[in-house]
């Protein structure tokens, strides 16, 4: 499996790193696209073709997903290579709608994407399978409705996991379990106190996470421009004993 970070900034883009977006690769399969934040279709023609992708959503905030219009405009209409097939999409239930709404041409209307993706919705726990890739989501805790992601590997049994945006939660321990790379947000960096409740991760927490479900390595990530990722990180050192690194955008993994 390659997991590559096409973005991991923040709630908005920075200087240097786009908003949220994780290429996963299975051998000799269609590429699974993590989220599309602003900034990220950039980066995914950099390595990969955006008509042969499939597209996973955590969650619908902005920062996940408004590169998806344009995704779907290069889908539909590259006068060279435009998609083929259609690609599985799977995401929170109201999907359909929300990126109906951000791709509609008129006020109040919902346009479809039935011509180019296959939708299905996360159901909690239940595992979703994509070729080799099987997908299994679980409860965050944010103020929409939101899945951290484990990814296995089904060929290999490597494991992926991915918080997407969350407070922390006892099922982000289970996500990641023994996950062999473990992708989480450490949005508040050293320490959550005084912060908004609901929202977000520090480092702190995510070593926290990373040393309670036995996962082998820690990246953190979803860091905004104004954050400190070196206390991020000594905060997350201090809780994991384990590799921590800091995950920004061409940093690629191959488990």
């Not at 000799?28 to 959503?57: K, R, Y």
């Not at 991760?201 to 996470?209: L, P, Q, T, V």
């Amino acid at each position: 499996m390659e997991v590559r970070i096409l973005g991991s900034s923040g709630s908005v883009s920075g200087p240097t790193n786009p908003t949220s977006g994780y290429l996963v690769r299975s051998t000799n399969e269609a590429p699974v696209l993590v989220d599309c934040g602003p900034g990220v279709l950039s980066q995914l023609q950099q390595v990969t073709d955006p008509a042969g992708t499939h597209v996973l959503f955590s969650h619908l905030h902005a920062d996940h997903c408004l590169d998806f219009p344009s995704l779907l405009v290069w889908r539909r209409f590259h006068p060279i290579s435009p998609s083929t097939m259609k690609h599985d999409l799977i995401g929170p239930e109201d999907t359909p709608n929300h990126l109906g709404r951000l791709s509609s041409d008129e006020p109040d209307t919902v346009e479809s994407f039935e011509d180019t993706f296959t939708f299905r919705a996360w159901r909690e726990r239940q595992p979703e399978d994509i070729a080799d890739l099987r997908v299994t989501p679980f409860h965050a805790v944010h103020p929409i409705q939101a899945y951290s992601l484990r990814m296995e590997e089904r060929s290999t049994g490597t494991v992926v996991a991915y918080s997407g945006d969350s407070d922390w939660t006892e099922d982000l321990i289970e996500c990641a379990r023994d996950a062999d790379l473990f992708l989480c947000e450490a949005t508040w960096c050293d320490s959550s106190e005084g912060k908004a409740p609901g929202m977000h991760m520090s480092g702190r927490e995510a070593g926290r996470a990373a040393r309670l479900a036995g996962a082998k390595a820690l990246v953190l990530i979803h860091i905004p421009p104004w954050g400190d990722p070196e206390a991020a990180l000594d905060a997350a050192r201090s809780e994991f004993e384990g590799p921590v690194s800091l995950g920004l955008a061409g940093d690629t993994w191959r488990l």
